[in-house]
């Protein structure tokens, strides 16, 4: 494969960019990671999102607390454990971009968000004005042997920016 980029003349621009790059530790989101790389400029601007969902259901959780299955206690520190997860999944891509001096630190921004990706991406993307959206082709999610993931799909169809799907 020879790899294209989207904006050919990316290294002349004078205007700052802004991605947002969706991660979620896959192999298309280390595609959609390597398809920024290629595009980014040092006065560009990168917001790393990584989306994810509480694992359990609301009903679950109130009946694991109604029948003392587990404390309110315990299901705080579950939902901690999934909030520093995604920290550490979006420290470790930043550490990437500062490590091969693609962008200083200052210009990198952190998103964990809880909520389905499906929608999340967008209203991010929309928060930040961001100029171009990166998403892998498909994720972890249970119909991962698609050609193009839900989520992806959901982005294309309801972002107001460019979106970019790495395969």
Known sequence: ???????????????RMRYLLCVDGSDAARKAIQAVERQITPKDELY????????????????????GA?????????KAEWERLSR????????????EKKLPPENIHHVSVQGDPRSVVAEVA??????LIVVGSRGLGR?????????????????????????
């Open 1 to 15: 494969h020879t790899h294209r980029t989207l904006c050919p003349s990316s290294a002349h621009r004078d205007t």
């Open 48 to 67: 790393i999102l990584h989306c994810w969902n509480d694992p359990l259901s609301t009903l679950e959780v109130v009946v694991l607390s109604m029948t």
């Open 70 to 78: 587990a404390s309110s206690a315990e299901l705080r520190e579950e």
């Open 88 to 99: 550490e999944l979006i420290d470790s891509v930043a550490e990437l971009f500062v490590a």
């Open 126 to 131: 929309e928060k930040h004005n961001i100029e």
């Open 143 to 167: 119909l991962a042997g698609l050609v193009i993931g839900s989520v992806a799909q959901a982005v294309l169809a309801t972002s107001s920016c460019s979106v970019l799907v790495a395969r």
